[in-house]
C-alpha cells in the first residue's frame, strides 16, 4: 500500500507519541470552580456536526444544571484531542473510536466517557461521504481501485472504514493511496485534482456536492450502520482525581444526546450560532445519530477491522475496563 502525506501529514503514531512527551511536561489544566459554583472544564472537539450537540447543552443550560461550565475548542481530527486531554489541556475531549482504541493500545492512561455520534444506515442520511468530481469517470467503487482517497487523519476511522466497506463490496482496498486533508481543504483539492475523491464530514460533506461533487457512498452505513463511531474520554488521572465532574458530565452527556436527537431543528441553529456553519448548508446538512449506549460490540469490530488493517496491534483485551468508572 502506498501511502501520501499531505499538508498536516503527522500521523496517528506520531500523534500518540507527542502525547506521550505531553504527559512527561504538563500537569493539570485550568478545571475549577467558578464564582457561581460551576466547575469550569474544557473541552476538545473536531469543527463537524458531530459536536453541535455540546454547543446545544451549554445554550440549553444543560451542562449547568450538572454543575459544569464549558470550554469548547477545535482541533482537525479527534487524535489531535488525545494530547491535549492527557496533558490536562482539555478535561475531556473527543475522539473517534480509532483514536481511543490506538491511544489505549499504546498504553496511554485513557478512560473513556461517553458516546458521541453513530452513521446512520441509510447512505443518503450518513453526515460523511465518499465525494469525487462529477467528470472523473467515477461511478462505482471499484472505479477507486488504485486511486488517491483523501481523509482527515491517517491511519484512522476514515481508513478503517472504507477499507471495510470495500471489503464488504468485494472491492481491492489494498490499493488505495492515502492523503491526509483537513475537512475544510478537501473541497478544493478535489476540484484541482490533488485527490481522486474525498471521505468527508459535514458541514463539509454538503458545500462539496454544491461545489459539483458527487456522492459515491457512504462508507460509515456501509461498515458500521447505527454504530457507535466515536466517544468523549477523560485522563486516567482526573477520573481518579475527580469522579463527582466525570460523573457529572456523563449524566449531561446523556440528557444532551438525548435533546439533540428530539431537537435535530436546534442542532441546525446552534451550529450556524456556536460553530459559524452556513445557514442554508445548515438547514440541508445530514445529521449522524447521537446515541447513550456505550456500545462494545461496535467498539470490539472497530478493534477487530483496526488490527486486520495494520492500524492497531492487537485488541485489547477487556473493552468494558477502558470506561471510567469501571473497577
Same mark, same amino acid.
Given at each position: 500500500?502506498?501511502?501520501?502525506?499531505?499538508?498536516?501529514?503527522?500521523?496517528?503514531?506520531?500523534?500518540?507519541?507527542?502525547?506521550?512527551?505531553?504527559?512527561?511536561?504538563?500537569?493539570?489544566?485550568?478545571?475549577?470552580?467558578?464564582?457561581?459554583?460551576?466547575?469550569?472544564?474544557?473541552?476538545?472537539?473536531?469543527?463537524?456536526?458531530?459536536?453541535?450537540?455540546?454547543?446545544?447543552?451549554?445554550?440549553?443550560?444543560?451542562?449547568?444544571?450538572?454543575?459544569?461550565?464549558?470550554?469548547?475548542?477545535?482541533?482537525?481530527?479527534?487524535?489531535?484531542?488525545?494530547?491535549?486531554?492527557?496533558?490536562?489541556?482539555? &478535561?475531556? +475531549?473527543?475522539?473517534? %473510536?480509532? =483514536? /481511543?482504541?490506538? $491511544?489505549?493500545?499504546?498504553?496511554?492512561?485513557? *478512560?473513556?466517557?461517553?458516546?458521541?455520534?453513530?452513521?446512520?444506515?441509510?447512505?443518503?442520511?450518513?453526515?460523511?461521504?465518499?465525494?469525487?468530481?462529477?467528470?472523473?469517470?467515477?461511478?462505482?467503487?471499484?472505479?477507486?481501485?488504485?486511486?488517491?482517497?483523501?481523509?482527515?487523519?491517517?491511519?484512522?476511522?476514515?481508513?478503517?472504514?472504507?477499507?471495510?466497506?470495500?471489503?464488504?463490496?468485494?472491492?481491492?482496498?489494498?490499493?488505495?493511496?492515502?492523503?491526509?486533508?483537513?475537512?475544510?481543504?478537501?473541497?478544493?483539492?478535489?476540484?484541482?485534482?490533488?485527490?481522486?475523491?474525498?471521505?468527508?464530514?459535514?458541514?463539509?460533506?454538503?458545500?462539496?456536492?454544491?461545489?459539483?461533487?458527487?456522492?459515491?457512498?457512504?462508507?460509515?452505513?456501509?461498515?458500521?450502520?447505527? &454504530?457507535? +463511531?466515536?466517544?468523549? %474520554?477523560? =485522563? /486516567?488521572?482526573? $477520573?481518579?482525581?475527580?469522579?463527582?465532574?466525570? *460523573?457529572?458530565?456523563?449524566?449531561?452527556?446523556?440528557?444532551?444526546?438525548?435533546?439533540?436527537?428530539?431537537?435535530?431543528?436546534?442542532?441546525?441553529?446552534?451550529?450556524?450560532?456556536?460553530?459559524?456553519?452556513?445557514?442554508?448548508?445548515?438547514?440541508?446538512?445530514?445529521?449522524?445519530?447521537?446515541?447513550?449506549?456505550?456500545?462494545?460490540?461496535?467498539?470490539?469490530?472497530?478493534?477487530?477491522?483496526?488490527?486486520?488493517?495494520?492500524?492497531?496491534?492487537?485488541?485489547?483485551?477487556?473493552?468494558?475496563?477502558?470506561?471510567?468508572?469501571?473497577?
Amino acid at each position: 500500500m502506498k501511502t501520501t502525506r499531505t499538508r498536516r501529514s503527522t500521523g496517528l503514531g506520531a500523534l500518540l507519541l507527542g502525547a506521550s512527551t505531553f504527559l512527561a511536561a504538563c500537569g493539570s489544566g485550568a478545571e475549577g470552580e467558578n464564582a457561581d459554583g460551576l466547575t469550569e472544564v474544557s473541552v476538545g472537539t473536531i469543527p463537524a456536526v458531530l459536536s453541535a450537540p455540546l454547543f446545544l447543552g451549554i445554550e440549553e443550560g444543560i451542562f449547568e444544571k450538572h454543575g459544569l461550565k464549558l470550554e469548547v475548542s477545535f482541533a482537525d481530527g479527534g487524535a489531535a484531542v488525545i494530547p491535549s486531554v492527557l496533558s490536562g489541556e482539555n &478535561q475531556f +475531549g473527543y475522539s473517534n %473510536s480509532v =483514536s /481511543q482504541l490506538a $491511544a489505549l493500545g499504546e498504553g496511554l492512561p485513557l *478512560e473513556i466517557v461517553h458516546s458521541s455520534w453513530a452513521p446512520h444506515a441509510e447512505f443518503e442520511e450518513d453526515d460523511h461521504g465518499i465525494i469525487v468530481a462529477a467528470d472523473s469517470g467515477i461511478e462505482e467503487p471499484e472505479d477507486l481501485e488504485g486511486r488517491n482517497i483523501a481523509v482527515n487523519t491517517l491511519q484512522n476511522i476514515g481508513e478503517v472504514h472504507i477499507r471495510k466497506a470495500f471489503e464488504d463490496l468485494g472491492v481491492d482496498h489494498e490499493s488505495l493511496e492515502w492523503t491526509q486533508l483537513p475537512f475544510p481543504d478537501m473541497a478544493e483539492a478535489l476540484e484541482r485534482g490533488d485527490v481522486d475523491a474525498i471521505w468527508v464530514s459535514e458541514p463539509f460533506r454538503t458545500p462539496a456536492m454544491d461545489d459539483g461533487g458527487e456522492l459515491l457512498m457512504s462508507a460509515g452505513a456501509q461498515a458500521f450502520p447505527e &454504530q457507535v +463511531g466515536g466517544y468523549y %474520554s477523560t =485522563s /486516567q488521572t482526573y $477520573a481518579t482525581d475527580n469522579p463527582e465532574v466525570v *460523573e457529572a458530565f456523563q449524566e449531561a452527556m446523556t440528557e444532551v444526546n438525548e435533546f439533540a436527537t428530539a431537537n435535530p431543528d436546534l442542532v441546525r441553529e446552534v451550529s450556524v450560532v456556536e460553530m459559524g456553519i452556513d445557514e442554508d448548508v445548515a438547514e440541508r446538512m445530514t445529521l449522524p445519530l447521537f446515541p447513550n449506549d456505550d456500545d462494545l460490540e461496535a467498539l470490539r469490530a472497530y478493534a477487530e477491522y483496526s488490527v486486520r488493517y495494520g492500524i492497531l496491534e492487537e485488541e485489547p483485551a477487556d473493552l468494558e475496563s477502558l470506561f471510567a468508572g469501571q473497577d
